[in-house]
């Protein structure tokens, strides 16, 4: 059983900042692939990044690259997600995840509103 808890949205202006955060439970955590998705109002939700179990690899969806970094900090067992340049398609509840043991383990979201 792994407990991903999400902090950290809030509501900020086009072209500004917010770093996510995701504390996961367990003592796999140096072994997990992470991953942040994000559910849109109205639309499916979309993978947005994922970071390798050491950190050294990273993934990002094309309309994040550049804008977004993702990194981890295995000794806290915590995974971030620095948004920056945010614009107002940003908006969603932004989400945490991992695959382990065949089980795919889901946080409760934080929301990330960006206003124009």
């Known amino acids: 059983q792994v407990q991903l808890v999400e902090s950290g949205g809030g509501l900020v202006q086009a072209g500004g900042s917010l770093r996510l955060s995701c504390t996961a439970s367990g003592r796999s955590f140096s072994l997990y692939v992470m991953g942040w998705f994000r559910q849109a109002p109205g639309k499916e939700r979309e993978f947005v990044a994922a970071i390798s179990s050491s950190g050294v690899s990273s993934y990002y969806t094309p309309s994040v690259k550049g804008r977004f970094t993702i990194s981890r900090d295995n000794s806290r067992n915590t995974v971030y997600l620095q948004m920056n340049s945010l614009k107002p398609e940003d908006t969603a509840v932004y989400y945490c995840?991992?695959?382990?043991?065949?089980?795919?383990?889901w946080g409760k979201g934080t929301l990330v509103t960006v206003s124009s």
């Open positions: 995840n991992v695959i382990w043991l065949a089980t795919d383990y």
